[in-house]
């Protein structure tokens, strides 16, 4: 087993980050994302006014709060399996009204069924532990019409020297030099992503209904929940 595949076994024993880690990743990965999730705060604004936005492994919630912020119209929810993440995200939140945190696993959904327009998740995928569920969940939670972004860490977005100087020059030093080590660690490779988990949604209500491109520093996957 080589050290990587190691390391990221190791890494994806927990689903939930515990507590030291949630206040170690607020401190740190979160401020290093913020850019990167502007871009994706700004598509989502730029593709709705109303409704509501679901954020499954919302984090310390900057991305829900930048959305609700940009949108006071939209109604945000983020959901997360740790506690602390939860109250860390509640704190960014104070004082915003339609930015809402609940503590959850996205395997069960607390949404009532067609309930969601749009649901977002930004590195967290590879924390799942029942994958199929939770995609069968934002399936049953999101409204006809309505699609799931999930986005996390593929090393090949980084391995062409060209992107890797553009990512360098547009986020600096940690996202343009170490993405291809964190994204490795934090994230599958694109043979992971167009076997295992394309094989995965195809045992899952989405079946025939996604597409996958790498996007800024992402994979993005892109599910639809046709009429
Ligand atoms: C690496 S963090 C990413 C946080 C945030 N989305 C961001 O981009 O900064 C992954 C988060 O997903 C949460 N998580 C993992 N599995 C989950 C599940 N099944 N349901 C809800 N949250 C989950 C973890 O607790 C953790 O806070």
Redesign the pocket.
């Given at each position: 087993m080589s050290l990587t595949r190691f390391i990221k076994d190791l890494l994806r024993k927990p689903?939930?980050?515990p507590t030291p880690g949630?206040i170690f990743?607020n401190a740190t990965?979160?401020k290093v994302?913020r850019k990167p999730?502007t871009k994706i705060a700004n598509d989502i604004v730029a593709r709705m006014k109303k409704g509501t936005v679901l954020?499954?492994?919302?984090?310390?919630g900057?991305?829900v709060v930048k959305i609700a912020r940009r949108a006071p119209s939209l109604r945000v929810c983020g959901?997360?399996?740790?506690t602390q993440?939860v109250k860390i995200a509640r704190s960014h939140a104070r004082g915003i009204d339609n930015a809402q945190f609940v503590f959850?696993?996205?395997?069960k959904l607390p949404f009532r069924d067609k309930s969601i327009d749009l649901v977002v998740?930004?590195?967290?995928s590879?924390?799942?532990?029942?994958p199929r569920l939770?995609f069968d969940e934002c399936h049953r939670v999101l409204k006809t019409d309505g699609e799931a972004w999930i986005?996390d860490g593929c090393p090949e977005v980084f391995s062409n020297p060209a992107s890797r100087r553009r990512l360098n020059k547009e986020y600096g030093f940690l996202i343009g030099r170490l993405g291809y080590r964190v994204s490795t660690l934090?994230g599958f490779t694109k043979e992971e992503y167009q076997t295992v988990i394309m094989h995965m949604l195809e045992q899952t209500a989405f079946k025939g209904n996604y597409q996958m491109a790498l996007t800024d520093i992402w994979m993005k996957i892109t599910l639809r929940k046709p009429g």
């Open positions: 689903e939930s980050i949630a990743y990965v979160a994302l999730e954020d499954i492994g919302s984090g310390t900057y991305l959901i997360d399996l740790s993440m959850g696993n996205a395997a998740s930004t590195g967290a590879h924390h799942w532990k029942t939770v986005y934090h």
